[in-house]
């Protein structure tokens, strides 16, 4: 894919079973598209925008050396070895090690949460194609 220049964290949530609280594990993927567009809406209101973000990971991106797993997959594996794309995580743009929580990465961090997965593998250019705000 072209213009594949950017790098991002996916964190991933997980259920951290002794605590009953979410846990954030971040993966760094190098070699993506990152799109952020305005968009907007009139209603009785008024006007409203937000931003709408596009991402597409190619197959041959650099996944830090784990492999993609489907969401339920991903939550009875090892978020070590794995990563996954689901609605309601995060993606950041850039690298970033630590683990936080949403609130914190959105103010930190040019940020969204993950609204919308397409798996465009089996195309011309395999990628998924990730939509968030």
Same mark, same amino acid.
């Given at each position: 894919m072209e213009l594949c220049t950017e790098t991002i964290t996916v964190f991933n949530t997980r259920l951290d079973d002794e605590d009953g609280y979410d846990e954030?594990?971040?993966?760094? !993927?190098? $070699?993506?598209? /990152?799109h952020?567009?305005?968009a907007s809406s009139v209603d009785s209101s008024g006007l409203k925008a937000a931003n709408k973000f596009t991402?597409? !990971?190619?197959?041959?991106a650099d996944f830090s050396n784990k492999a993609y797993a489907?969401? !339920?997959?991903?939550?009875? $594996?090892d978020p070590d070895n794995l990563f996954t794309l689901k609605n309601?995580?995060?993606?950041?743009? $850039?690298?970033?090690?630590?683990s936080m929580r949403p609130s914190e990465l959105q103010k930190r961090y040019e940020a969204f949460t993950i609204l919308g997965i397409s798996d465009n593998r089996r195309g011309h250019s395999p990628? /998924?194609?990730?939509?968030g705000a």
């Open positions: 954030y594990n971040p993966t760094v !993927i190098r $070699g993506v598209s /990152w952020c567009e305005i991402v597409r !990971i190619p197959l041959d489907d969401p !339920i997959s991903y939550a009875g $594996g309601g995580d995060i993606v950041v743009r $850039g690298e970033v090690v630590e990628h /998924w194609k990730v939509v």
